[in-house]
């Protein structure tokens, strides 16, 4: 008896401490933003290439793997030990420990750093309905030169034997703007598809940066062209840049810049629907205009892609994204999910330099 009570005392006390330190950690993050920018490009760097390393030698998401097996462990545990609250819930607390800490250091201190755009010297301030209305005719015109016009379309397709292909070249596209943007530079693992893709897709997902893992993981189930820009969004929270509208404007930089041509499709497309929700906000007969000189390829893909996330509309995804409004908000993003269009301002600002 005095044994099992010293095992729970240990495990309360372990997950209270780290508790407490991811708190410490996250409070002194939130206030000394020169702690966080020297956290993000020196020690997470070294956890990227450590941690992010050895779990990139699995082909599959490690993060998956575990939350399976911890749901088994805690379904099991609730069975064999239903009677004993105190030995119960002193391990609850000695996981969440483990987890903040985890999620503190591979992700929730990066928050607070510097973002991507002020190492890049670009500000995302106002612009006009006309800078707004040029940059839409430009991805337009890109979409359309990089979509493919042959019979062949294999090159094109996630499904049709490009899975690893596709994963290398997210890697090679990262690195290659690493080239331009020091920043950005250094180690990547391959992004990683779930096996259970249903699981992101059912919460309207197109992917997830594990910080328990530094794993970059995407869905496979979705529509082919969402796929190498969301890799490449995906790998950019491992250069610490965790803000989703930047990650966005990241993966979109990599992609265009990739010698890939799908995954140029990838990112002016992507680009097109950020963009062309702005324009149709702000002048909707514009907006019908140019979507209508769209090449047929780009109309059929983003139908398909309408109709795929679609299936998903329901209770489950709306509690997803009020969660990750709230969970984006808890982070200092006070918009929450609005953020997410600020990577049309980044456009702008790029293009406009």
């Not at 991507?116 to 995302?124: D, R, T």
């Not at 997210?170 to 693992?189: H, Q, R």
Request: charged share 20%.
């Amino acid at each position: 008896m005095e044994i099992k009570a010293g095992k729970n005392k240990i495990c309360l006390l372990v997950g209270c401490l780290l508790l407490a330190a991811a708190a410490l950690l996250e409070l002194i993050a939130r206030h000394c933003g020169s702690f966080a920018d020297w956290y993000a490009r020196g020690p997470y760097r070294v956890l990227v290439g450590s941690i992010g390393r050895l779990t990139g030698l699995f082909p599959f998401s490690v993060v998956e793997l575990l939350l399976y097996i911890l749901i088994i462990g805690c379904v099991v545990c609730l069975i064999v030990r239903w009677r004993e609250s105190v030995w119960i819930l002193c391990r609850v607390i000695c996981v969440l420990g483990i987890l903040a800490i985890f999620y503190t250091c591979n992700c929730g201190i990066n928050y607070y750093a510097k973002a991507f755009s002020s190492y890049v010297g670009l500000e995302a301030g106002l612009h006009s309905e006309e800078e707004l209305e040029v940059l839409c005719e430009y991805l337009v015109d890109m979409v359309n030169e990089s979509a493919s016009v042959d019979a062949d379309r294999t090159d094109m397709s996630y499904q049709s034997g490009n899975q690893t292909a596709w994963k290398q070249e997210s890697v090679a596209a990262m690195k290659k703007l690493g080239e331009t943007y020091e920043v950005l530079g250094g180690f990547y693992p391959m992004p990683k598809e779930l096996l259970v893709s249903w699981i992101l897709s059912v919460q309207q997902l197109c992917g997830v940066y594990s910080p328990f893992t530094i794993e970059a993981n995407f869905n496979g189930d979705m529509p082919d062209y969402n796929i190498p820009h969301t890799m490449c969004h995906e790998l950019s929270h491992l250069r610490g840049f965790m803000r989703e509208d930047e990650a966005n404007f990241i993966g979109y930089l990599a992609c265009v810049g990739s010698d890939s041509r799908a995954f140029r499709y990838s990112g002016y497309l992507t680009g097109w629907v950020y963009a062309g929700n702005q324009l149709a906000a702000a002048d909707w007969e514009r907006y019908a205009e140019l979507n209508a000189t769209l090449c047929e390829q780009a109309q059929q893909d983003l139908r398909e892609n309408n109709a795929y996330w679609d299936q998903y509309e329901g209770k489950v995804a709306e509690v997803s994204n009020q969660v990750n409004d709230a969970y984006l908000k808890a982070n200092g993003r006070e918009d929450g999910v609005k953020s997410y269009g600020r990577m049309v301002d980044l456009m702008l600002a790029y293009y406009g330099d």
